[in-house]
């Protein structure tokens, strides 16, 4: 009989039960729920993010305290992070600090990242060193003044592997890392509170589509989606349907958050369902 080393009867059995090597993870992560793309992928006519030139840096912003372009994430040894070792770009995902020690802009959602488990870091780090590396140089930021950090409560550290197996949990983790909140919290003298607006909705966003406004997704029944069938939430994140059938406006990543697994979109609602009714 043929001898195979216990090593590779493992690779061949963890491939045959069709579990992910740790890139398949991080692409499923970053091209999911993490959203990656909706910041760092170009887009063309209408939007439409440019596949072809996946990460190589993206959208601009230029709000009081700086003006920033969403950097090339590719290996691009230049113009991308391809010299950056495998802890300077976990630093930069949980810290928001680049190597030469200059703090990212806070529209990096790095406060929503220092939850993310050491597998997870592991997967989103082994996928970005698979991504085609392509050369682009996006203007230098520039910063006219510091923002203090603002994680969300319960989200300081890093999530317990074991958690995962609570859905509302691992509902927590989801919709942190896909910094749902971010957008859905309103943004007062310059801060989020997390405390007594999560969720609250009333942020603006101006871009081509002209003005949308981040919606109240609080369990309250009547100002927030507490409601709503789950089915019906489940369609305005991926499909981007408001409760009437009409289309929610950008910049949430439907079409991104729509690649999510139908457990993870369960968990995601099951966590929703949980978040204090505010109006
Ligand atoms: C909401 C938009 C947004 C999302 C989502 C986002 N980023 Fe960023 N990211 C930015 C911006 C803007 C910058 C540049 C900030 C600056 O120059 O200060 C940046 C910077 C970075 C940097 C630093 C690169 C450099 O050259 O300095 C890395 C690494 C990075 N992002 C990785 C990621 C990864 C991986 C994801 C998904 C897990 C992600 N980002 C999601 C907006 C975003
Ligand atoms: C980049 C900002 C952004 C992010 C990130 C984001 N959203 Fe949204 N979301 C919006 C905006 C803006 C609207 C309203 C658009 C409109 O009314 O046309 C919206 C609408 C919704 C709606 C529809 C509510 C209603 O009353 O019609 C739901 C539900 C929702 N978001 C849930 C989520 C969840 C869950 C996540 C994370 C998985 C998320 N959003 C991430 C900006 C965002």
Redesign the pocket.
């Known amino acids: 009989m043929l001898r195979m080393s216990t090593a590779a009867l493992f690779a061949m059995l963890a491939t045959a039960g069709g579990a992910q090597t740790p890139a398949e993870r991080g692409a499923y992560l970053v091209n999911s ?1 993490l ?1 990656c793309q ?1 910041c760092h992928t170009p887009k063309g006519p209408g939007g439409v993010p440019v596949f072809a030139r996946d990460l190589s840096g993206g959208l601009s912003w230029d709000e009081p305290p700086f003006k920033v372009t969403a950097s090339n994430i590719t290996p691009d040894p230049q113009s991308g992070i391809g010299k950056w070792s495998d802890a300077e770009i976990k630093t930069a995902l949980r810290k928001g600090v680049r190597p030469n020690g200059i703090a990212l802009a806070a529209v990096m959602p790095f406060d929503f990242y220092e939850i993310l488990t050491p597998r997870d870091l592991d997967a989103i780090v082994a996928h970005l060193r698979t991504v085609k590396p392509i050369s682009s140089q996006v203007p230098d930021p520039i910063y006219r003044m510091s923002v203090p950090r603002n994680i969300p409560p319960g989200a300081e550290k890093p999530m317990a592997e074991s958690d995962m197996a609570d859905k509302v949990k691992k509902g927590f983790y ?2 942190t890392i ?3 909140m ?3 919290t309103p943004m007062v003298k310059g801060r989020r509170d997390f405390r007594a607006d999560l969720g609250k909705g009333g ?1 603006e ?1 101006k871009g081509p589509w002209g003005v ?6 609080t369990s309250h029944r009547e100002k927030g ?1 507490g409601a709503w069938s789950d089915a019906e ?1 489940k369609r ?2 991926t499909q981007g349907l ?2 009437d059938g009409t289309q ?2 950008p ?3 439907f079409a991104l ?1 729509a690649k999510m697994t139908a457990d993870d979109l369960d968990a ?1 609602v099951a966590y ?1 369902r949980t978040v204090p009714a505010r109006e």
């Open positions: 729920i959203t909706n989801l919709v896909g910094h749902c971010e957008c859905h942020f966003f949308s406004v981040s919606r109240n997704i989606i939430i305005a994140i408001r409760k929610l406006k910049p949430m990543g958050y995601v929703l």
